[in-house]
């Protein structure tokens, strides 16, 4: 059940809650919506929730790798998703 697709309504949902404050998480936010949405599972969309209960500065502090996860108690399935979310290294 945790590896099942997510469905439309579910999708939709997750989007609207991941709505944020700060334009960079939203625009870091859409580009990971762009690239997985098809694909993103039940585990997923739990880890992108968990992610959210985040405030938006540390939220992105922690796709900008200004902080590590490591900081936070993040479960695995959070975990998987900040690194599908993250910004490439230069």
Known sequence: ???DLLDARSLS???WRCRRG???NDLLIERFFEKYET???VSQARGMSELMELADNDLLDLLLRRK???ELPLSPETRKVLEMLRVPRP
């Open 22 to 24: 700060l334009l960079e």
């Open 1 to 3: 059940m945790d590896e």
């Open 13 to 15: 949902k997750l989007r």
């Open 39 to 41: 694909s993103l599972t």
């Open 68 to 70: 590590e996860e490591a």
